[in-house]
């Protein structure tokens, strides 16, 4: 049994679904934290810990209006959140949000402040706030001015504007993503309100803008078009450097990694795919695929391979993967009633993010859940033949990835790797696959062939109980069920001939005890594994008491010989048989001896359905009708009556003839007609004869015709069908 | 809005669009190889023929040319037989392409598309000799039944073919958009709305009405759609996304096939009588529906539709109005309002907001009124604006000839 190839823990029959349910969702409104957030990089808890540990709490701050986008001061004390209502400046601390400044008093409901995106400057524009606008505006907002905030309106896109960015660096040069299909750049230097550059993507409109952290004068955009560019400012020629077909559907949202190389890109395909911008490459190094469109990505500080998402729709959650281990998020929050709109990462373990639910909120990353946590990681099944496989999580300690055997997307390991695989083409995996062992036990708990051959021959007609029970205790001793052929034995005793002697009926008990003896002395030498022989030891001592039982409530039972006493008899025999879980054997006993015993209705249906799913299993259908059709019960006579299809092969190209309901005459595939008759080349409409030797076949007349003079097939193959010929009617 | 309305005249000549305005009409050529679906998609997204009929298509033989024009949307869709190259000098080429909009080249990528390609490689380049403005759009069809990563393989692989080629004969600066599409879902109407919204002018003008509407009456998602081919010719300018893009177009099939049961007759359009009121009243009623299976996939995502409730009430408060115009009302058990105003006889607006913000159900139906005003207004203009256009044109066509 290989290992799962895409890391999941595989699930056979047991369910290992999703649970997003938190473990405290204790969701009331605090504006702060219970416990003081720790943000000093500890971040591997045990689960035991989390456990235990007083629920987390996010801070949450309240806001009139749908929040569309949020970012951070340079410093991360303050916090501006936008939407298009609001506008304002938010004090974040550790322990409370508190407004600063609202910047949209005084200001009349003009569309320029119904902001899309909304980006705080650095270095030399540490007090300034640029918005984009839904009409294609573009606002700065000046912290240090007094009165009016607004310091300058750009309106030069003429649709909206789906993303601004600062330069990281000087903090001078904002570019801009617009939906009309332009970036443009933006030197705040020059209060002159024209473009310094305007770079035509020659796309679809452009949904996110990102200058590359280590080298400035770079940056990506994601398109609506599916495509990701990165350009260089330098370059003056009206040409993007790269260009990678990323996503299928449009791409939303791309972040550079702080390498300044491996870029991340998200799209409306549900995936998040990483990127290695300096290589030549088609295909993304990585491939995350989420559960809703992928609206906003943001590497996580510190952590190379992490990376933290939000989606467009439908999915509430705020989630942070590890590149290398794709399938599952490794934490996510669960806190915003609606999808989360944008969020940032104040610190490697603080983010904030912002929704439409008019929440603004401060998480640590102690107060997200481990979906890992909520998962089975061991996973069993079997077959019907007593097959067992498992596959046990070998992963050691709580750490999410193994970070020796898969190296990250900036170890320099990876670097070393990436740089050598290209002379040597050794491959290195990229993807975490969690350790398993898996194995595949055979148990023989249930035999086969035993039940195959009894299902197939054992009498269960009850007209004759005396000659049924013979039959089935011979059919049971030979298949050496020596304690089988003793009950149907004691069944006989019992029903067909009740004026029998007791004294036989002590002879066959105690020919049981010798029997039951050896039957575990046979089962001791099959059993294949130790466990095995102790659990048969075991049964055999059960086998013990209850002969002993038996024998001794027999003998009784056949001096008393009254009716009531056999039914006390049957119903243990019965229900010994139901705690052996030997279905067949209890539906066999009462179908021979029903008239003479009572079993509820419910425990009836139980055992036929049961037995019948078990023939079912072992392709013995003919077995099972002939049961279903015996069953005392409507519902499971029901079964044989609904949804039986008689579907009609090709005589000449053995293939299905899909419209045997409208009555086919010809066959799809190979055009010939469907039994035709050998003589007159007619469709046989009615009577067909046919010879089981050679298959050929005709009207019945033209047939008798034909063979009251010949003796071989009339088409001239050869065979000499008169001697086997078999007329039977087919219609 | 009765069904026959819409039917579109088709005129198989160009003759009779020619004397109109045929030459300012925009054109949307489609083009590919045999037998990769350029007529199925053709008639599946303008003539409302049911997918699975396609099949039954017979290959076209000569060049099928149609009016399209309601509305914002005006075009001739031209729909080319395969196997004809008409680039040869039989053709004339400046005839064919010196009008055009926009070029889809249709590939197959159930099929091994290599030929495809060299096809569409030497179609751009000699259409773009001929005709340098016209916008390249490339479907590559058929994708369903494809697996996704077959699906961003194919088209990778594809979009890099054509680029080298194109960088080979020196015109990489040729812009070629690429969709996947099927006919058996949203795709090609999606990618159909995509290239028309290409061709409509008033589009910035469009977005931005709807971004006013969206913001002030707390719509998340509005779509501007075109009646009978459930092509959106705008939204607003927040991303599309696939769930609510098909649970609307499937709300306007709704919409339609009641409207076929219950709507008021065309001809009685002029008198909306009570009593046709009160049917529909009791039709909302009734039909609080499990019947209606709205969506296959889309509406899962919205948590199940499975208790709709359908409304669809004539709104008779505009008696100056001669049809009443038709809205809809449908609730969804994730708490999401899909609400539908027919704007005019071909456009209908979907909105897909909030249940909280659907208290303010006046304050909606206000901004509707509004933006129903603008969208009017923006119709008129370019109306004018295209008469004076063939009029100039008209007038230098004169000079023109009698300068000859």
């Not at chain 2, 369903?144 to 194919?154: M, N, P, Q």
């Amino acid at each position: 049994m290989p290992a799962n190839s895409r890391g999941q823990f595989p699930t056979f029959g047991s369910q290992t679904g999703f649970n997003p349910s938190r473990l405290s969702s204790d969701s009331t409104i605090v504006t702060e934290s219970a416990t003081p957030s720790q943000s000093d990089g500890q971040e591997s808890q045990s689960p035991m810990d989390t456990l235990n540990a007083p629920p987390y709490q996010p801070l949450r701050y309240q806001l009139p209006g749908a929040l569309n986008a949020l970012s951070s001061s340079p410093d991360g004390e303050y916090v501006v959140v936008a939407g298009r209502e609001v506008l304002k400046v938010l004090h974040v601390t550790t322990q409370e949000v508190t407004e600063y400044i609202n910047l949209r008093t005084g200001s009349n409901l003009s569309l320029n402040y119904s902001s899309n995106d909304v980006k705080w400057g650095n270095n030399a524009t540490k007090n300034k706030i640029a918005t984009a606008a839904t009409n294609g505006a573009i606002i700065i907002w000046d912290l240090n001015k007094s009165g009016r905030k607004t310091d300058r309106v750009i309106s030069e896109h003429t649709r909206a504007v789906n993303r601004v960015c600062f330069q990281p660096n000087s903090g001078f040069t904002l570019l801009s993503a617009s939906q009309d299909g332009n970036i443009k750049a933006w030197d705040l230097r020059d209060p002159k309100s024209l473009a310094k550059y305007s770079y035509e993507g020659k796309s679809e409109s452009v949904r996110d803008v990102q200058f590359n952290p280590l080298h400035t004068y770079e940056f990506a955009a994601g398109f609506e078009t599916g495509t990701i560019q990165k350009w260089d400012m330098r370059n003056l020629k009206p040409i993007y450097d790269r260009k990678v077909s990323a996503h299928n559907g449009p791409c939303l949202t791309v972040d550079w990694h702080s390498d300044g190389r491996t870029l991340a890109s998200g799209g409306r395909d549900r995936t998040i795919k990483v990127w290695d911008m300096n290589s030549d490459s088609r295909k993304p190094q990585y491939t995350i695929r989420t559960m809703a469109s992928v609206s906003r990505i943001q590497w996580r500080p510190g952590y190379d391979n992490e990376i933290a998402s939000c989606a467009l729709l439908s999915d509430n959650g705020l989630h942070v993967w590890d590149v290398r281990r794709p399938n599952i998020a490794k934490y996510t929050f669960d806190e915003h009633s609606t999808t989360p709109t944008g969020f940032q990462w104040l610190s490697s373990d603080t983010i904030i993010s912002c929704a439409k639910d008019r929440y603004f909120m401060r998480h640590d990353i102690v107060g997200a859940y481990q979906p890992i946590e909520l998962l089975r990681k061991n996973g069993i099944g079997w077959n019907i033949h007593g097959d067992l496989v498992f596959s046990i999580d070998k992963s050691a300690g709580d750490s999410f990835v193994d970070e020796i055997s898969t190296p990250g997307v900036t170890s320099p390991a990876n670097r070393k790797q990436r740089r050598s695989r290209t002379s040597t083409g050794d491959e290195m995996p990229l993807q975490y696959i969690p350790p398993q062992t898996c194995g595949i036990a055979h148990l023989p708990l249930f035999d086969y062939e035993t039940f195959s051959v009894f299902a197939q021959n054992y009498v269960t007609s009850g007209e004759d109980i005396k000659m049924a029970c013979e039959t089935n205790a011979k059919i049971a001793w030979s298949m050496q069920r020596f304690r089988a052929a003793q009950t149907w034995k004691i069944i006989q005793l019992l029903f067909a001939d009740m004026d029998d002697e007791a004294s036989s009926s002590v002879n066959a008990s105690d020919n049981g005890y010798v029997k039951a003896l050896e039957d575990n002395t046979v089962n001791g030498t099959d059993a294949a594994s130790e466990t095995d022989s102790e659990t048969s030891l075991r049964q055999g001592g059960n086998d013990y008491k209850d002969h002993d039982d038996l024998s001794s409530s027999s003998s009784e039972s056949n001096e008393i010989s009254s009716m009531s006493q056999n039914q006390e008899i049957v119903n243990d025999l019965l229900s010994y048989y139901t705690e052996q879980s030997d279905v067949q054997m209890c539906v066999t006993l009462f179908l021979v001896i029903q008239q003479h015993v009572h079993v509820g209705l419910e425990q009836l249906e139980d055992w036929f359905t049961s037995y019948i799913d078990l023939l079912h299993r072992f392709k013995l259908w003919t077995s099972a009708t002939d049961i279903i059709n015996a069953c005392p019960i409507e519902a499971v006579r029901t079964i044989n009556m609904n949804a039986t299809t008689i579907n009609i092969a090709c005589n000449n190209c053995f293939k299905l003839v899909l419209s045997t309901a409208r009555a086919s005459w010809a066959c799809d595939k190979c055009h010939k007609l469907l039994n035709p008759c050998s003589l007159c080349h007619q469709t046989v409409r009615g009577l067909y004869v046919w010879c089981q030797g050679c298959n050929h076949g005709g009207h019945l007349e033209h047939m008798r015709d034909w063979f009251s003079n010949n003796s071989q097939c009339p088409t001239g193959c050869g065979h000499t069908c008169t001697l086997d010929m078999s007329t039977r009617s087919h219609s | 809005m009765e069904y026959d309305d819409y039917r579109y005249q088709t005129d198989n000549g160009s003759e009779s669009g020619q004397e109109t305005t045929t030459g300012h009409k925009p054109r949307i050529l489609l083009m590919g190889l045999q037998r990769s679906g350029k007529s199925s998609i053709q008639r599946v997204v303008f003539n409302k023929m049911p997918p699975n009929d396609t099949l039954y298509l017979e290959s076209t033989t000569k060049i099928q040319k149609e009016d399209v024009t309601r509305s914002f949307i005006d075009f001739q869709v031209w729909d080319f037989p395969g196997q004809i190259n008409f680039f040869e000098t039989a053709y004339d080429s400046q005839e064919i392409f010196g009008e055009v909009g926009a070029l889809i080249f249709v590939i197959d990528a159930q099929d091994d598309y290599r030929e495809a390609v060299n096809r569409l490689h030497y179609t751009v380049t000699s259409a773009y000799r001929v005709n340098p403005n016209i916008t390249f759009e490339v479907l590559i069809h058929k994708v369903d039944g494809l697996s996704d990563d077959y699906k961003i393989d194919t088209q990778r692989d594809i979009q890099q073919r054509t680029a080298d080629a194109l960088a080979d004969a020196q015109m990489e600066h040729i812009q070629l958009s690429y969709y996947l599409t099927s006919i058996y879902d949203h795709s090609i109407y999606e990618a159909f709305s995509k290239i028309i919204q290409k061709l409509i002018r008033e589009l910035p003008t469009l977005e931005n009405l709807l971004n006013v509407l969206c913001s002030n009456s707390g719509i998340d998602k509005a779509y501007l759609f075109d009646t009978l081919t459930k092509i959106y010719i705008a939204t607003d300018s927040s991303p599309v996304d696939m769930q609510s893009y098909e649970i609307c177009s499937d709300m306007i099939d709704v919409i339609i096939d009641i409207e076929c049961i219950y709507g008021a007759q065309n001809s009685a359009s002029n008198g909306t009588t009570p009593s046709i009121n009160d049917v529909e009243e009791d039709r909302s009623a009734t039909l609080s529906s499990p019947s209606l299976s709205v969506g296959n996939g889309g509406v899962n995502g919205f948590g199940g539709a499975d208790s709709l409730q359908e409304q669809l009430m004539s709104d008779t408060s505009v008696a100056s109005e001669p049809e009443a115009e038709a809205s809809s009302l449908i609730k969804l058990t994730n708490g999401d309002v899909l609400y539908l105003r027919e704007v005019n006889r071909l456009l209908v607006l979907i909105c897909i907001l909030r249940q909280e913000s659907f208290e303010k159900h006046g304050l909606i139906d206000y901004n509707f009124q509004c933006f129903k005003e603008a969208i009017t207004d923006v119709f008129e203009f370019s109306n004018t604006r295209n008469k004076l256009n063939s009029q100039l044109a008209d007038g230098n066509e004169l000079v023109n000839n009698t300068s000859e």
